[in-house]
T-cell receptor, first 112, second 115 residues
């Protein structure tokens, strides 16, 4: 079992729809990052969460520590939101504190 | 002042040759990370530098891979005797202090193709 699992793997939506991408993670991961990778390959860090909820524009990220689950929501989706969204967990302790453990990504395509 | 920069942006090499990839982190950032993304695959961690501490090399796939960080700033990832499976995008990221709660700032990546 991967330490960070995302779903769905692929997602197609119509412009304007509300989108949810899910991420489950294992014990030992104490911070969750949501990243956005555009078709050109560049990666942008959207959020870092260790508790609660964060909002930036039309993007909302939530995390439930007890359930080890995080969601990324996009409201009023737009074609420019089309990208791969990656969930990544960061260990708080242990031999490899420095690295992110990545989910396989969710490829989102928003149609006009 | 600018973000993380990487060079070259693209590199084509022949199997068996050595390559060096460079990363310039954001000025003042003490932590630096290398990742790679193979075609059709997810991102994977390679190595992590934090200040003057010994680097975390747990993600390096073989002893052909090495990295150093000079003066706590610029880092070089070296791949010796490249193989075709080394073809990937190599990404560098930096953070101010390397704590687990920090946002990571990614460079644009170096696209390596081994023929």
């Amino acid at each position: 079992k991967n330490e960070v699992e995302q779903s769905p793997q692929n997602l197609t939506a119509q412009e304007g729809e509300f989108i949810t991408i899910n991420c489950s993670y294992s014990v030992g991961i104490s911070a969750l990052h949501w990243l956005q990778q555009h078709p050109g390959g560049g990666i942008v860090s959207l959020f870092m969460l260790s508790s609660g909820k964060k909002k930036h524009g039309r993007l909302i990220a939530t995390i439930n520590i007890q359930e080890k689950h995080s969601s990324l929501h996009i409201t009023a989706s737009h074609p420019r939101d089309s990208a791969v969204y990656i969930c990544a967990g960061r260990r708080q302790w242990g031999g490899s504190q420095g690295n992110l453990i990545f989910g396989k990504g969710t490829k989102l395509s928003v149609k006009p | 002042g600018a973000g993380v920069s990487q060079s070259p942006s693209n590199k084509v090499t022949e199997k068996g040759k050595d390559v060096e990839l460079r990363c310039d982190p954001i000025s003042g950032h003490t932590a630096l990370y290398w990742y790679r993304q193979s075609l059709g695959q997810g991102l994977e961690f390679l190595i992590y530098f934090q200040g003057n501490s010994a680097p975390d090399k747990s993600g390096l796939p073989s002893d052909r891979f090495s990295a150093e960080r000079t003066g706590g700033s610029v880092s070089t990832l070296t791949i010796q005797r490249t193989q075709q499976e080394d073809s990937a995008v190599y990404l560098c990221a930096s953070t101010p202090e390397g704590t687990y709660q920090e946002t990571q700032y990614f460079g644009p990546g170096t696209r390596l193709l081994v023929l």
